[in-house]
């Protein structure tokens, strides 16, 4: 039997944990398109509470995870800077869901990712990705703050461990079962 592929987004703003979360969970090497920040995006990216930050993803993360004898899930991060925007529309075609994936340090950079995907109807969870040293806020602090409705799931999450990033995972193909049943 060859199992059914499930689509998943990892979003969210400019250095967000993205491309840590999918190589966290990846059952395979993650493909990534990293590369180093250059002179170039001085006064482009705003580096403000990510100052260590020296690479950055210029096109998309992939990652694959089984997570049954009938389901694989392949995972596709954004990019998270504003001038690579315009390839979200085709990463997200199919999807059956996204981990809006967000910083407490730069709540501000959360909000084009949600609002991205309110717009085209796709099911997403909020996954607060804990940064060593970042402000800890509640899940309902984080929803009042973001202006997330009651009907999205919020979790905490590292990205970095397997563990915390399945979790979130699990979460999202959850609520999107309840979302758009036919979908898995």
């Not at 840590?20 to 993650?30: A, D, F, K, L, N």
């Not at 075609?93 to 709540?107: E, K, S, Y």
């Not at 995907?117 to 796709?122: G, V, W, Y």
């Amino acid at each position: 039997m060859v199992p059914t592929p499930v689509k998943i987004i990892i979003a969210g703003g400019f250095g967000a944990g993205k491309t840590t979360m999918v190589g966290s969970v990846s059952e395979i090497p993650p493909l990534t398109t990293e590369e180093v920040l250059t002179e170039a995006s001085a006064g482009v990216d705003d580096l403000s509470g990510v100052e260590r930050k020296t690479t950055t993803t210029v096109a998309l993360d992939f990652g694959r995870i089984t997570i049954s004898p009938r389901h694989v899930l392949y995972l596709f991060g954004t990019p998270g800077q504003a001038r690579f925007w315009f390839m979200w529309d085709d990463l997200a075609r199919g999807a059956i869901g996204t981990i809006v994936l967000i910083d407490t340090r730069r709540l501000e950079t959360s909000f084009a990712a949600i609002d991205f995907f309110e717009r085209r109807k796709i099911p997403f969870v909020v996954a607060v990705n804990c940064f060593d040293k970042a402000p800890r806020y509640t899940p309902d602090e984080i929803r009042e703050a973001l202006v997330i409705p009651d009907r999205v799931p919020i979790v905490m999450c590292d990205a970095r461990d397997r563990d915390s990033s399945k979790l979130a995972l699990i979460r999202l193909v959850k609520h999107a079962m309840t979302v758009v049943p036919a979908t898995v």
